[in-house]
Structure formats: C-alpha cells, structure tokens
C-alpha cells in the first residue's frame, strides 16, 4: 500500500470539498493514484446518491442576489435542517449562485450543465452527495432582469424573492417593501392579466361547486363563481393584494403613491418551507 502523506489527503479535500477521512481512504484504495481517487470519491456519491434518490430534500438553502439589472435566485435543497445550515454546504450554494451570476444561464438544466472547478454543476452535486450523505438537489434557479432589481433573503435562508421595475430610479425602501410584500403573501402573477385561463376557469369551477354543494338557486350559481373568481385574484395577485404595512390600500396603490409611472415587470419567488 502506498504511503498517504497528508498533504496528498489536503490537496484531495481540496479538489473534492471530501472530508479528511474520506480522501485519505480513497487515496489508500486508489494506491495513492490522485485521479484515481477523485474517481472514487466521485463513484461514492454516485452511490449515496442513488440509494437516497427516493428520498424527500424538502430543506435547504434560497439564495437570490442582484447585480445591475440581472438577479438571480436559486435553491440547493437537502434532507436535513442540519445540513441546510452546515458551512460547507452554504457555500456550496453559494458557489452555485456565484456561477449563475457570472455566466447568466437561460435555465435551470443550462445551470446544472455549466463547469465549475472542472465538472459541471450536476456532477458536483453528486460528489457533495456522497461527501455529505444526504440527497441534494438543485431544485431551482431562475432569473429577472429589469432597469431595477430588488432582491430579498429571508432570514435562515429557506425563502427569497426578486422583483423588477421598469424604471432604475425606484426608491430603496419601496423597492424593498414589494419584494417583502412577496415574499409574505405568495403572489402567483403581477395582476389579473398574468394568470392563465386554466386557473380562472379551474377556480370558477370550484365556485360553481362550492355553491351548488350549499345549495344555492342555479341561476345564481354562475354569478357567485364569477364573485369568487375576483376575490381570488384580489388575494393572489400581487398589485391586487392589500399592503403588508397599510391594509387599507393595495399594492398597486402603494407603488402608484410613491411613482405614477412605476411598474412592477415581474417576480420570483421560492420557498423550501
């Protein structure tokens, strides 16, 4: 067996983010061969990965961040709270993150294929799988790019939202206060015109059903669908929704009060919680 000195255990850690005892058993199985045992700690997470594919990665770590008029947010997701908030694996995400900043990819699949020290995302998951001994999956990434961008990370970093405006000279805290507003409140399109027929129509039917299961008269059923359908779309659209900080207006008031012209050009938002 070949004598494993610890700078070659170093310089493997290093390579792969394995931990010491990790690398020093696969260069000792790779008979000190480096490549070889990058190898091996590779096939590791490839294992731990499949027997721990069926299993749920419902924790995890949300990043977005802003740089000009490109944010980005992205989820790595894990097994376990205590994983979620392990150094290493916070700046794996992170690296991640930094990546998605740099090279601007058009999806999460363009994500997971772009190199990073030498692989590609997808395959430096699986080799951080294998270190950590939890399913990881990078569950999301998406982008806004707007004159301006606010980000906003919840704190513990299991929630984060990105909004665009059309116009860069958005005041810091309104800004703020919308992509708060989105995060609290979990909008599912700017306005009305941004949700898709399917969902009115899936929910005027539960209207329907709702108010025949109560037995209401038929020929007002219809009528207090369409009256669910608003009060819907009053709850889940973000200009519609009442202010977080002053319920007596919208927040499509709000950003009116604080700019005429002012336009919210789109969202994201992601939670693991």
Do not use: W
């Amino acid at each position: 067996m070949a004598d494993i000195k610890a700078a070659d255990v170093q310089k493997l850690r290093k390579a792969t983010g394995a931990g010491m005892m990790d690398c020093k058993k696969a260069l000792q199985e790779a008979d000190g061969d480096f490549e070889k045992a990058i190898e091996v700690i590779r096939k590791k997470g490839q294992a731990v990965a499949s027997k721990r594919a069926d299993r749920e990665a419902s924790e995890g770590n949300v990043q977005a961040r802003v740089e000009g008029t490109f944010g980005a947010l992205i989820s790595l997701n894990c097994e376990t709270d205590f994983v979620a908030k392990n150094e290493d694996f916070v700046r794996f995400a992170t690296s991640i993150l930094d990546l998605a900043m740099a090279e601007k990819p058009s999806d999460l699949e363009a994500l997971k294929a772009l190199k990073m020290g030498g692989k590609s995302v997808a395959d430096q998951i699986i080799e951080q799988t294998g270190t950590i001994g939890e399913k990881l999956d990078l569950a999301y990434y998406d982008f806004v790019k707007a004159e301006k961008v606010q980000a906003y990370n919840h704190p513990g970093n299991n929630l984060a939202t990105l909004v665009g405006f059309n116009k860069a000279d958005v005041a810091e805290q309104v800004a703020k206060d919308v992509a708060m507003q989105i995060a609290a409140m979990s909008p599912i399109a700017v306005d009305e015109h941004g949700v898709s027929p399917e969902v009115i129509e899936q929910e005027k039917k539960i209207g329907r059903e709702k108010a025949l299961m109560e037995g209401k008269p038929e020929n007002i059923v219809d009528r207090i669908a369409e009256g669910m359908v608003k009060k819907f779309l009053k709850e889940n659209t973000l200009l519609n929704q009442e202010f977080t900080k002053d319920s007596k207006k919208t927040v499509g008031q709000y950003i009116k009060e604080a700019d005429k012209d002012l336009e919210v050009t789109g969202f994201k938002r992601y939670s693991v919680k």
